[in-house]
């Protein structure tokens, strides 16, 4: 963790310099202090399951491709034809069972262009869709799908 928080200090800072090293490694152990002592985190990333890492890397490489692709409908639909866009909210549920997991399915809704998580609680998700089109299969769409199977090979150990 400590690693990551000082990589993103340098990659911010934009220079490398014993200055900016230094001060970069107190910050980066100050935050990795924090989150594990006030925030409770624990990162088991690389100490997991190297099926499970193999399926996140999928999973995230998934994300990336229906990111691209959904931008690119966005943009066609804001350029072509911007006065026929019909907004839409949709309620669903999701079969997902731990936080993780739905918390993920909410991130990847939200990144992908044209859409946006509203409110998920009590296993429901409002999803707001740019236009209805978009909104289409929303309720069991390829990353519930994915996340269901990997939080079913989960538990299934």
């Known amino acids: 963790m400590f690693l990551l928080f000082f990589l993103l200090w340098l990659l911010l800072s934009g220079e490398v310099s014993v200055h900016t090293c230094l001060w970069g490694a107190a910050a980066s152990a100050l935050i990795t202090w924090f989150c594990r002592r006030v925030l409770g985190y624990e990162w088991h990333i690389l100490l997991g399951d190297p099926r499970r890492l193999w399926a996140m890397a999928r999973y995230f490489a998934h994300l990336l491709v229906e990111m691209l692709k959904a931008g690119l409908v966005v943009m066609r639909l804001i350029y072509v034809r911007p006065k026929s866009i019909q907004p839409k909210l949709v309620w669903f549920r999701t079969p997902l069972g731990t936080d993780r997991y739905k918390a993920l399915l909410s991130d990847s809704i939200t990144l992908t262009a044209g859409t946006i998580t509203v409110l998920a609680e009590d296993g ?31 538990w299934s150990k």
């Open 124 to 154: 429901r998700m409002l999803v707001h869709a740019l236009d209805a089109p978009l909104a289409e299969g929303i309720e069991d769409s390829s990353f519930q799908q994915r996340l269901e199977r990997m939080e079913a090979s989960q």
